[in-house]
């Protein structure tokens, strides 16, 4: 059974500093693992969308990497402004037809 | 685009009772899944049905139940309230719910049980 953890549960910087986020996922053989944000009493916003094929993905200030034999990914986020923060979830298909797996997320808070 | 809609955003029930909660998912949509957040368990897979079919099912009793009209609209309903079943409730559309596709959240029903 796949599971997906994040660790930290929180986190808080000041503003500009760059930061990791971290994924870590039990089972290598995966379809794709995608990243989210989640505000405050909303639902979820995808963020980035990585293939199993590929290493990373770049959305402006955000980089998401993906290492499967080592079971992990990373959300990298440059220059972090204080409406960065939110609760950001990682989540991995096993296959193309079976449901998202989700971690418990980091919330991140940046300090003005 | 209108955003994919959920009904009621929140919701208060003592045990025992049932609740039916509703999704409207963004226009074209044909997949819709049904997630439990909580903040001990985080998101929990609930359930998906496409083209009115359930295609896949969580870990959860038989106490939750969904179906998804042909307008791709979708409901679940939980039956005999638990206190435990006190949580957020997401769903989310995509065109057909498989491989590469997005997933659109909407905001959530905020479900509290008494």
């Known amino acids: 059974k796949q599971e997906v953890t994040q660790i930290p549960a929180a986190l808080s910087v000041p503003e500009g500093e760059n930061l990791v986020l971290n994924c870590s996922f039990t089972?290598?053989?995966?379809?794709?693992l995608q990243w989210f944000r989640q505000d405050p009493g909303k639902g979820l916003t995808s963020l980035l969308l990585?293939?199993?094929?590929?290493r990373e993905q770049t959305s402006g200030r955000l980089n998401a990497s993906l290492d499967k034999s080592s079971g992990r990914s990373t959300l990298y986020i440059a220059a972090s402004q204080p409406g960065d923060s939110a609760t950001y979830l990682c989540?991995?298909?096993?296959?193309?037809?079976?449901?998202?797996?989700f971690g418990k997320g980091t919330r991140l808070s940046v300090i003005a | 685009k209108a955003g994919v809609t959920q009904t009621p955003r929140y919701l208060i029930k003592t045990r025992g009772q049932q609740v039916t909660l509703s999704c409207s998912p963004i226009?074209?949509?044909?997949?819709v899944s049904w997630y439990q957040q909580t903040p001990g368990q985080g998101l929990q897979f609930l359930f998906e049905y496409f083209s009115e079919t359930q295609r896949n099912k969580g870990n959860f009793p038989g106490r939750f139940s969904g179906r998804q009209f042909s307008n791709s609209r979708s409901e679940m309903n939980v039956s005999t309230l638990e206190l435990g079943d006190s949580a957020l409730y997401l769903c989310?559309?995509?065109?057909?719910?498989?491989?590469?596709?997005?997933?659109?959240f909407g905001p959530g029903t905020r479900l509290t049980v008494l």
């Open positions: 226009s074209g949509h044909r997949s």
């Open positions: 989540a991995v298909r096993v296959s193309g037809n079976t449901p998202l797996v």
């Open positions: 089972d290598s053989a995966i379809y794709n």
């Open positions: 989310a559309s995509s065109l057909v719910g498989q491989g590469t596709d997005t997933q659109y």
């Open positions: 990585i293939q199993s094929s590929q």
